[in-house]
């Protein structure tokens, strides 16, 4: 019966935390987007979010005022023309559903095996294998820490309500 409920644990650990990584990711983008769209302390960092926004996304002015648009992208110089200045959409994080799966499984394994050093190898090893995509992108960076602690979190919640019930 012990390992049942052990089977149990990792499927709910594995699977059912899909659901919960996805919507804490939604919930954090509409938060996000919800926000203020610059703030008075730090110019830097308004000019940056401005940068991030796309071409449609034209901040609303206030009545009476011009609205404020996103600046332009440069115009490729022919150096840096046949080349692209990032990864292309969608091929960043590819792979997250299942890298995040078999993070879940190793780490609701972890708690229930009682070696919790153990998942200080699942992050090493999920952050040395992401890190020259997340350079690069600090948005997807972003998703990534998210994503990861989220799924980390309703894992090892998962994996110590089963522990604490089978001892």
Do not use: C, H
């Amino acid at each position: 019966m012990e390992f049942l409920w052990i089977v149990l644990t990792l499927l709910a650990a594995a699977v059912l935390g899909w659901p919960v990584t996805a919507g804490v990711l939604r919930l954090a983008r509409a938060v996000e987007n919800s926000g203020p769209p610059f703030s008075d302390s730090d110019p830097a960092a308004d000019q940056d979010r401005d940068a991030e926004l796309p071409a449609a996304a034209a901040v609303p002015a206030p009545a009476g005022s011009a609205a404020i648009s996103p600046a332009p992208r440069p115009a490729p110089t022919p150096a840096t023309a046949g080349r692209s200045s990032g990864p292309a959409p969608g091929s960043v994080l590819r792979g997250g559903l299942v890298i995040g799966v078999l993070e879940r499984l190793a780490v609701a394994a972890s708690v229930l095996a009682a070696e919790p050093v153990a998942i200080a190898y699942v992050v090493a090893i999920k952050g040395l294998g992401r890190y020259a995509e997340l350079k690069d992108t600090p948005a997807a960076a972003e998703r990534f820490i998210i994503g990861t602690l989220t799924s980390m979190l309703w894992a090892v919640a998962v994996a110590a309500a089963a522990r604490a019930f089978l001892l």
